[in-house]
């Protein structure tokens, strides 16, 4: 069926002053710009239309047709913008752009509203039917995030970071410990060969240095 599109499709239909600041419709826009916190803080008190919520009617090839609240639970992904009248994929909008080859052919739904109700449940349905990659590694993507940003789960950057440090200390205690040995040694007039070098092929005797970094 061919959209019957009107010219106030995808546009604002409310006042701003109407709508909630979490209205994903009125921080469209600005979402590129948006840092990890405000991400998160999006993502935690998007606006969602509760119960008593009256959606409005478009007239759909002479029918009228609005948005169906029980959408929102089919699809727990789905976020209704009130000041557009159209819906988005939340994880898709916020972090489809990282991951995706495909991401390029999303557009309603991620890069505007989806407004079509007639229609709508289908499009809906397509989009989380597991085939659409870009939506899957969304999904995860926004899963992630809120697991690193609640602190549960530490970045991977972090991880390296720990490793690096715990690495450099090890190696600083090794190096301190050899200084030790060697300072040791030449303080106390004590060759660092020792008796294994009157016997090469007994493996048992160490050399004084080897034998003082072990005893250490
Ligand atoms: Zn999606």
Partial sequence: MAENVTPTR?????????????DLGVLFE???QFSDQRKFELINNVWRPGSTFLFPKTKESGRNRRFNSSWLQDFPWLVYSRYLDGAFCLPCVLFARQCGRNSAKLDKLVKSPLTFWTT????????????CSTHNLSVI??????????QEVVPVDQQLNTILQQQIAKNRTIMASLFKTVLFCGRNNIAFRGSRDED?????LKGNFQALCIFE
């Fill in 10 to 22: 995808g546009k604002p239909v409310e006042d701003k002053a109407n709508c909630s600041p979490f």
């Fill in 30 to 32: 600005e979402l590129r």
């Fill in 120 to 131: 709508a449940f289908n499009r809906l349905s397509n989009h989380a039917n597991g085939k």
């Fill in 141 to 150: 993507a926004m899963n992630n995030f809120v697991r690193v940003m609640k």
């Fill in 200 to 204: 090469p092929s007994n493996e048992s």
